[in-house]
T-cell receptor, first 114, second 114 residues
Framework: GNSVTQMEGPVTLSEEAFLTINCTYT??????LFWYVQYPGEGLQLLLK?????DKGSNKGFEATYRKETTSFHLEKGSVQVSDSAVYFC?????????????FGSGTQLTVLP | DAGVTQSPTHLIKTRGQQVTLRCSPK?????VSWYQQALGQGPQFIFQ???????QRGNFPDRFSGHQFPNYSSELNVNALLLGDSALYLC?????????????FGPGTRLTVL
């Protein structure tokens, strides 16, 4: 079956530091890949996505590249802000281009200190 | 344009009781998915409804059931509540005239079982 493995947290960074959150996946077929963010007390917000190999998703300074050869979709940001403090979830759909079942990683808590 | 809405926000029940959670999808969406998020974990897929039928189901017991109405809104019912059912229940919507692989999440319903 499908699975997503995320870097264990929590992660604590100083403002303007570089961020990497690792994500690897196991899937049958060709999934779409997603990063969602969850702020305290809220639901999930889509941060970025990629639908096929070598696609790069980007939004609000965050980037992730769909690497089929390493089955990875690592999240990066060059300079984090205090407002980026949240829980980040990597996820995959079971069929690219189709909004079917999402499989999530366990989440990575990010705290950015001023 | 209203996003995904869920009600109630919070709910407290006792073991053995039954509960109904409600979800209205984003305007233009026709597909609703439900997820269970235990504290400190990633969301787990419960099931998905499309055209008033359950299209896909995750690994949850029959105590979890759902319904979709002609206006695309949905209900999640849980019977014979267990302590382990305490979680944040998330609804996500997708689909419509422009099919996409992206699911948009509501703020969730926090269920506490005592």
């Amino acid at each position: 079956g499908n699975s997503v493995t995320q870097m264990e947290g929590p992660v604590t960074l100083s403002e303007e530091a570089f961020l990497t959150i690792n994500c690897t996946y196991t899937a049958t077929g060709y999934p779409s890949l997603f990063w969602y963010v969850q702020y305290p007390g809220e639901g999930l917000q889509l941060l970025l996505k990629a639908t096929k190999a070598d696609d790069k998703g980007s939004n609000k300074g965050f980037e992730a590249t769909y690497r089929k050869e390493t089955t990875s979709f690592h999240l990066e940001k060059g300079s984090v802000q205090v407002s980026d403090s949240a829980v980040y979830f990597c996820a995959l759909s079971d069929r690219a281009g189709s909004a079917r079942q999402l499989t999530f990683g366990s989440g990575t808590q990010l705290t950015v200190l001023p | 344009d209203a996003g995904v809405t869920q009600s109630p926000t919070h709910l407290i029940k006792t073991r053995g009781q039954q509960v109904t959670l409600r979800c209205s999808p984003k305007s233009g969406h026709d597909t609703v998915s439900w997820y269970q998020q235990a504290l400190g974990q990633g969301p787990q897929f419960i099931f998905q409804y499309y055209e008033e039928e359950e299209r896909q189901r995750g690994n949850f017991p029959d105590r979890f059931s759902g319904h979709q109405f002609p206006n695309y809104s949905s209900e999640l019912n849980v019977n014979a509540l267990l302590l382990g059912d305490s979680a944040l229940y998330l609804c996500a919507s997708s689909g419509g005239l422009l099919p996409t692989d992206t699911q948009y999440f509501g703020p969730g319903t926090r269920l506490t079982v005592l």
